[in-house]
């Protein structure tokens, strides 16, 4: 779809700063990331992406059928990029940031444009942040304000749980009528049940970064002396550490390494349970997705993923603690009913809350509510 000069677009994404096409492409996430963008045009919405990549995300553009796309041709620096995007913004009637980090940008370039601003975000950066450096740290108090300038200016902000919606209200004082819950969403004709392999032990798999919030050492200490094997898709800097954990505590284990969006429906279903054992999350797409793919899964009772599974009915949700989650895989181990009926649940719910399909209908109808404003 090729805009006239004086055509706007309905809705322009901004990436998060620093963000390509090219870094979705290598991290396997571009397909997924696009769907609901490429739903959205061939519902008559004309998109636009605003990415940080340079001329290398040009080739990206044959695959985004039909939505427009503005880069870094010239391979400015940053902050001159940034500034031409503020004082020079694209044409169009609502803007959006696809991550609270570089949003001041999207909020600067929306007032010039005349557009209304939509602030979305997955997580919240200021809680990852307190999470991660502590409540009074300056990377903390930086994220903080930051959301501030950010939430204060937005003409709706978007978030992916409840939880999330109510943090903000309390940390910003941020009316209800400005939030809007939409959720991450599943492929779910993707990502569905198929046959499973009879494998020889029990395949525990987890989907995602090698990293300390996922605290891949506590389920390493969990699956010790179970007669089981894990399955881990993913990559980064605790690879090698994890590695030597496992060997130490003879636990059979599989590095696929990063696998593509196209190769985790396949991954999924050749595993038996899944679990997600991180100390914190936003809104996991690798729990939904899992869930989508009818696995019984197992994860922590921590923000993010406690305010998503419903215990006993949906999943199996463990203390943050070695005993604990030793004890729910176990459950899940020797009770084959108990892993059909929550994989068999946790299918339905994912399709009937976070299916493709009805975030396109949210988004629609957040579209729709702007423009009456407009009108």
Not at 208 to 221: A, I, M, S, Y
Not at 292 to 305: D, H, N, Q, Y
Request: with cysteine.
């Amino acid at each position: 779809m090729k805009l006239a000069k004086t055509e706007q677009s309905d809705l322009v994404l901004f990436f998060t700063e620093g963000v390509s096409l090219a870094t979705w492409d290598e991290g396997g996430m571009l397909p997924r990331e696009v769907a609901l963008y490429q739903r959205l045009t061939e519902r008559g919405k004309r998109i636009e992406f605003v990415t940080y990549g340079g001329p290398g995300d040009q080739k990206y553009a044959k695959k985004l059928h039909g939505i427009q796309l503005r880069h870094n041709v010239h391979r400015l620096p940053w902050a001159l990029y940034k500034l031409g995007l503020q004082w020079m913004p694209p044409h169009g009637k609502v803007f959006k940031s696809n991550q609270v980090y570089g949003a001041q940008v999207v909020l600067k370039a929306a007032h010039t444009a005349g557009a209304k601003f939509i602030a979305r975000c997955g997580y919240l950066l200021s809680d990852f942040q307190e999470r991660q450096h502590g409540d009074d740290s300056k990377q903390a108090e930086e994220a903080h304000a930051l959301e501030k300038l950010v939430f204060e200016g937005a003409d709706r902000i978007v978030v992916t749980t409840a939880a999330m919606a109510q943090s903000i209200q309390n940390r910003f004082n941020i009316s209800p009528n400005t939030i809007r819950v939409i959720p991450n969403y599943v492929e779910t004709d993707r990502f569905s049940p198929k046959p499973r392999p009879a494998n020889s032990k029990l395949r525990v798999g987890f989907v995602g970064r090698l990293n300390p919030q996922k605290n891949l050492g506590l389920l390493l200490e969990a699956l010790a002396g179970l007669d089981v094997e894990l399955s881990l898709a993913g990559d980064g800097p605790l690879r090698d550490q994890l590695m030597a954990r496992a060997k130490t505590l003879q636990i059979p284990i599989d590095f696929q390494g990063r696998l593509d969006h196209a190769s985790l429906p396949a991954f999924l279903n050749a595993c038996d349970l899944f679990v997600l054992p991180s100390l914190y999350e936003g809104h996991p797409k690798a729990l939904l997705e899992a869930m989508a793919c009818g696995l019984p899964v197992i994860g922590t009772r921590v923000p993010g993923i406690a305010d998503l599974l419903q215990d006993d009915r949906t999943g199996l949700l463990s203390e943050p603690d070695a005993a604990s989650l030793q004890t729910a895989i176990q459950r899940l181990m020797t009770d084959g009913k108990l892993r059909a009926r929550l994989g068999r649940t946790a299918r339905e719910y994912i399709v009937q809350n976070f299916s493709l399909d009805r975030v396109v209908q949210m988004e629609l109808a957040l579209s729709e509510e702007l423009a009456r404003e407009d009108a």
